[in-house]
């Protein structure tokens, strides 16, 4: 079985701290993937990965960055943590053709920035 | 024209009923269309999906209905039970955009005993 693993369920940070969120996967895949979930908005892409050291923006990169120094591991990194920023994280992956179309999520992990 | 447009925002049926949830899109580049079942405290996992060349598809008690020229699709639950509440996501896939998934804002079902 594919697992997804994030370092937090939940957590708890103040206003301008730097934020770290680390998604670990099991299954030797290319493709990563950072999304917030919001009531109403469903998912919402903020950064991917399709190699190591390698990452695309996706549809809410602002605020937020991330790193992929290897292939099991996508931190995403908030540099000053904003209220704005309370959110589900959800981080996924998947892998390549014929399998590539399946991403594989994480339980997530609640951000509350205080 | 990105977006992928879910309703209804959520849904009570009685054990038995037939839920029905829609999707519609705009952009023609999207080639895949997945479901996706997310039960509370968990991450959401695939639970079924349909290219657009087919017009129906089913998986056990879900089934996908698509309809290319509307650019609209739809899961219906047969026989939905109280295990099946839970919030259900339509995505798309955008090939030209590094196989992106865009999706829907998510139904959430419940199904009463």
């Known amino acids: 079985d594919v697992k997804v693993t994030q370092s937090s369920r939940y957590l708890v940070k103040r206003t301008g701290e730097k934020v770290f969120l680390e998604c670990v996967q099991d299954m030797d895949h290319e493709n990563m993937f950072w999304y917030r979930q919001d009531p109403g908005l469903g998912l919402r892409l903020i950064y991917f990965s399709y190699d190591v050291k390698m990452k695309e923006k996706g549809d809410i990169p602002e605020g937020y960055s991330v790193s992929r120094e290897k292939k099991e591991r996508f931190s995403l990194i908030l540099e000053s943590a904003s209220t704005n920023q309370t959110s589900m994280y959800l981080c996924?992956?998947?892998?390549?053709?014929?399998?590539?179309?399946?991403?594989?999520f994480g339980p997530g992990t609640r951000l509350t920035v205080l | 024209q990105q977006q992928v447009k879910q309703s209804p925002q959520s849904l009570i049926v009685q054990k038995g009923g037939i839920p029905i949830i829609n999707c519609a899109y705009e952009n023609t580049a999207f080639d895949y269309f997945p479901w996706y079942q997310q039960f509370p405290g968990k991450g959401p996992a695939l639970l079924i999906a349909i290219r657009p060349d087919v017009s129906e598809k089913k998986e056990g008690r879900f089934t996908i209905s698509f309809n290319k020229s509307a650019k609209q699709f739809s899961l219906h639950i047969m026989d939905s039970q109280p295990g099946d509440s839970a919030t259900y996501f339509c995505a798309a896939r955008w090939r030209e955009y590094g196989n992106k998934l865009v999706f829907g804002a998510g139904t959430i079902l419940r199904v009463k005993s």
């Open positions: 996924a992956s998947s892998g390549t053709a014929p399998s590539y179309n399946e991403q594989f």
